[in-house]
């Protein structure tokens, strides 16, 4: 019933617009309305409601959980208003525990939106991130807080700095996420893109159990490089079982396993 409510919507107030070509309706009403509910969600559940748990959190750390809490409802809340999300998801992923093996969340990257649905479904998620949206107004400070892991984007000491901090928060147990094509696709792509060896190195090293999760139409709803959200189109999100790292002798030999298993997924089990 939600989803055709949202389908009429975007119908009667998401005309063509051209040169959108195949891609939908590409308005400037969705892409305003998504600006706003993340300012007025920034500002009131993020400075108003974290930004005091979080400096309760240096007395007391029970805090912290709750500032996690905020992000992860806030975010689903926020994502869940917009009348042009259409998703289906299905990810299990175990809640974060220093009694688990190390565990570590890898992606595909299609679009911004990937971060957003990563934050609304995995509570306490911890990302590797470009360094440059931490100076973003609103957006860094709530990175801040919540201890995403920033990279700067072509350095690979930068790089390499990060993957020992995510592999410090992997071994307290924590859920982190990386997405190994370390760039998101260019519109069009259909795929994977070839994976960077830096997070299978780390993998390896601590004897991490990976959860691949393929995203599909993320980048049909805001392509790379783009302005504007296009409506009805259905986003798909699902993991795919654990691969440990232990069962292999080379950091290669696991991208490569991990690489196929999340290719072959997105052409043939994402319907």
């Known amino acids: ?12 107030f998401a005309p063509q617009v051209e040169g959108a070509g195949s891609l939908g309706p590409r308005t400037n009403l969705w892409t305003v309305s998504f600006g706003v509910t993340l300012l ?7 400075y108003g409601v974290m930004v005091p748990l979080f400096l309760l959190g240096f007395i007391f750390p029970v805090c912290n959980v709750w500032t996690e809490f905020v992000l992860h409802r806030g975010t ?6 917009q009348t042009w999300y259409q998703a289906r998801l299905s990810i299990a992923i175990e809640p974060k525990s220093s009694s688990r093996k190390p ?13 957003f649905l990563f934050l609304a479904t995995i509570p306490g998620v911890r990302m590797l991130a470009r360094k440059s949206l931490f100076f973003i107004p609103f957006l860094g400070g709530m990175m801040r807080i919540t201890r995403q892991i920033p990279a700067k984007r072509g350095m690979v000491t930068s790089l390499q700095r990060a993957m020992e901090e995510l592999k410090l928060r992997a071994l307290e ?7 190994p094509e370390m760039t998101r696709c260019q519109p069009g ?4 893109q070839p994976f960077s060896i830096l997070p299978f190195q780390m993998a390896l090293q601590i004897q991490a159990e990976i959860i691949p999760v393929v995203l599909k139409g993320t980048d049909q709803v805001w392509p790379k490089g783009k302005w504007g959200i296009v409506s009805n189109h259905l986003i798909q999100a699902f993991s795919l079982p654990k691969i440990c790292a232990s069962q292999f002798e080379s ?5 490569d396993a991990v690489w196929k298993s999340m290719n072959e ?4 089990k994402i319907q």
């Open 189 to 192: 792509f259909d795929g994977i």
């Open 40 to 46: 007025v969600f920034g500002a009131l559940l993020g």
């Open 1 to 12: 019933m939600g989803n055709q409510v949202k389908t009429k919507l975007n119908q009667a």
């Open 103 to 115: 565990q570590i969340i890898l992606s595909n990257h299609r679009s911004h939106l990937d971060a």
């Open 173 to 179: 147990g924590q859920n982190v996420l990386i997405f």
């Open 251 to 255: 950091s290669a030999e696991l991208r």
């Open 265 to 268: 997924a997105y052409r043939a």
């Open 76 to 81: 689903s809340l926020l994502m869940n208003l």
